[in-house]
């Protein structure tokens, strides 16, 4: 009877600990998603205050063209795109970014066919492209964008940050380095004005950062607190929303940073085919994406203003299973960031110079195997998915 006794009370300690252990996980679980959509807010947020920056330097450059106006407004998107980078770390899981009513393609798409939306040097000027076909687009106007939004073909961009850089810059037409050259003079309604329809492209580049400021509140939105929205049910299901975290991270890391985003560009030595061409800002984009993979591993994100969000993250979660590989992925990151630190602008002449390439390629290799690790960790914490499908 002792025996049986001692079997019932082992049995019994050992189900209350497996109960513990589990209560435990499912709260750090909580708290980790709990602080992954403090940290989206707040880059959101960022994005948001950024981009009605970038409006009101427009504004004042529509009102009275000038080169002094144009290049404060082409700093304000490059500033811009610094916190917008950083966010494409909370895609690829069906989120409000990227749901099938998700705002991402009309944030970033790219690459863009320039004459779909304006002239282009050696192309035809009229019945060419919505600003120079009044008589096909009568009203251009924010709505109108969206609808023609890659219609016809993916490379049909009509709308988001590089359709803006293209309105702001141009065509990149440097055989060497250098980046788009449009002259302030393409909107001027003066005797002084180059290309036609000066008014048009004026209309066409406010509405187009109108939508690009209504899409990024759109998101703000979905991820405040204390609201009926997304956020109110990606934490109320923390478990799923850890796969959903985890998964996003190894497919930007490995299937879109390393491969669509820097290995086709590199593999085709195509400029074409880099992510900021008119700006030559590619070798920026590539960091913040990486940065951005950073801040939701470590839980940690600093906002414009400096203030720090910090908690429970993916690494806290993960090292109480395995914390080598736990510390591995954190080695990682950071040695995969400061690979991309290291690429020399602009990206168009690294992915052409031998120096240039072993550099591309040092941080391809690193985000390649930061993917891989990423899906080794979610084997260890229950789940699968693969890095490279996006």
Known sequence: MRNIFYLILSASFFILSACDSAEQEASVSSDVVENYSEIVLANYKDTYEDAMQLQSKINEFIAEPSQARM????????????????????????????????????????????AYIDYVIGGAESNANIINSPDVFPDINADMIAELNEQGSETNVSSGYHAIEFLLWGQDLSEGPGGGERPYTDYLTTNEGTASNQDRRSTYLNEVTKLLVADLSSLVQEWDSGGNNFRESFTATPQKSIENIISALGKLSKGELAGERMFVAYDLQSKEDEHSCFSDNTHRDIVNNALGIQNVYLGRYETNSGTVIKGVSIHDLLKDKDADLAEAIKTNMEESVAACKAIQPPFDQEILNPEGRERIVTAITLLRAQGDKLAEAASVLGFEFDPSAI
């Open 71 to 114: 290049e404060a407004a082409k700093d304000a998107w490059l500033n811009a795109r610094e916190s917008y980078g950083q966010t494409e770390a909370f895609r690829f899981y069906g989120g409000p970014i990227d749901d099938e009513d998700g705002p991402e393609g009309q944030l970033n798409a790219w690459p863009l066919d320039e």
